[in-house]
């Protein structure tokens, strides 16, 4: 009764105490998007956990890879497509999305992505052919593209403006904190099957709770014309803030998944650590990076220059992804700056994903303006794995190195670009 009346407290329709209107709760719940004074912790924390959700499954390809190489008698660069290839659809599919929430509502989206989830795990789980697989693999990446970019939305819907880095901040941490939960639960599950059929239910409860918890938008049909979704994806793609922010995110992607797609085989094969310890390791290792998430917000909340994070952020995460790759090191040494790569890694996230919706012309571009920086973030996640296996199998580990190098350098001199569109838009 509670959620229902502070529903209804947030609806521009008048009602009067002790008088609820007889609608059903998913009309109850409709909103029209207004500025908020107040943050709805209750339907902000349902679409971070949903986003753990969503990354939990990558999480779940990177722990059961030797598995999968053992059924599906995969090498290593087929086995980076499984973790790629999920990233396929939203290379291309962030702005399409971003439109769609026009349409359809953030709410109804982000459901419908975690459904997508579940039909996508459900299918992966039952298969024997690589192929089917990697369809699965396909769907439940769009899902994650759904979740992201809708949950996005939501959040900067009813979060008020002067707690929006922050609750943005942990809303970053969903990636982390879903692959090394991922992880852990996967090395305590007998087989990478029956986990994944265990997510696929994860993601049909979460559907369920955020259609009927969390309120919706009410979607503005009157700016669906093709030519207007046309203009404000074109006005989107030639704005600095989107373009800039879509490349700095692609670097990152690009440096993470290089090195955590294949941590756990990296510690087994190169220093030899059991398997077990090196799945824990691993998620240890990322989980280190929601410290860092929750850190930048954190500071950027105190004033902190936005780009001057991103620089910093981005020469530490290079240096320390060179070493590792590079450098024959004792095995607690590399742990410690997988450690601190991940850790200082997570400023960059909740630094780009506040800034996102908000380094725009027009308020109306802010949904497809995530959809942009998504497509970034999942073009890096997409190449960083195929091109880490590829070099890996043709010239030894140290050959990681160099993408590494690469897309540091990108990414820091992006971030120096970035100096004055922050400014421009007070970020």
């Not at 059903?24 to 912790?41: H, K, Q, W």
């Not at 793609?237 to 490349?247: D, E, F, M, R, Y």
Request: charged letters at 10%; glycine letters at 10%; hydrophobic letters at 55%.
């Amino acid at each position: 009764m509670l959620r229902h009346i502070l529903s209804i407290s947030s609806m521009t329709l008048p009602c009067h105490p002790g008088v609820l209107p007889t609608r059903r709760i998913s009309e109850m719940t409709e909103i029209n998007t207004l500025p908020v004074t107040r943050t709805d912790y209750i339907s902000a924390s349902l679409v971070i956990a949903s986003g753990v959700v969503a990354a939990l499954q990558v999480g779940k390809a990177a722990i059961a890879i030797p598995a999968l190489r053992s059924d599906f008698h995969l090498n290593l660069e087929q086995a980076g497509w499984v973790m790629s290839i999920f990233a396929l659809l939203a290379v291309i599919g962030g702005i399409p999305v971003g439109a769609a929430i026009t349409r359809f509502g953030d709410r109804n989206l982000i459901v419908a992505g975690l459904v997508a989830i579940a039909a996508g795990s459900a299918t992966g789980a039952s298969t024997d052919t690589f192929h089917v697989l990697l369809a699965a693999r396909v769907l439940e990446g769009t899902g994650l593209l759904f979740v992201v970019i809708a949950g996005s939305a939501i959040l900067n819907r009813v979060a008020a403006r002067e707690d929006r880095d922050l609750i943005f901040a942990f809303w970053s941490c969903y990636m982390p904190a879903g692959i090394a939960l991922a992880i852990l639960l996967g090395l305590a599950v007998d087989g990478w099957r029956l986990f994944w059929f265990a997510n696929a239910a994860v993601a049909c409860l979460f559907a369920i709770l955020l259609q009927f918890l969390v309120p919706g938008e009410a979607p503005d049909r009157a700016r669906l014309s093709p030519g207007t979704l046309m203009n404000n994806a074109g006005r989107t793609i030639t704005s600095a803030g989107p373009l800039l922010l879509a490349l700095m995110f692609a670097m990152y992607g690009l440096q993470f998944f290089a090195l955590f797609s294949f941590l756990p085989v990296l510690l087994v094969e190169r220093i030899g650590v059991p398997h077990t310890a090196a799945g824990v390791m691993t998620a240890l290792a990322v989980a280190a990076n929601i410290a860092g998430n929750i850190g930048a917000g954190i500071a950027l909340r105190r004033g902190m220059p936005r780009w001057l994070l991103l620089a910093a952020a981005s020469a530490v995460m290079t240096v320390t992804g060179i070493a590792v790759f590079l450098l024959p090191l004792p095995a607690g040494l590399l742990f410690g700056l997988c450690v601190v790569f991940s850790g200082v890694g997570g400023c960059l996230p909740s630094a780009m994903m506040g800034a996102a919706p908000r380094a725009v012309p027009e308020p109306q571009l802010g949904a497809m303006s995530v959809g942009l920086v998504m497509q970034g973030s999942n073009l890096g996640q997409m190449i960083g794995p195929v091109v880490v296996g590829s070099l890996v199998d043709a010239g030894g580990w140290q050959a990681a190195a160099m993408p590494v190098a690469i897309a540091g350098m990108v990414a820091i001199g992006n971030a120096l670009f970035l100096r004055n569109v922050f400014r421009r838009f007070q970020l």
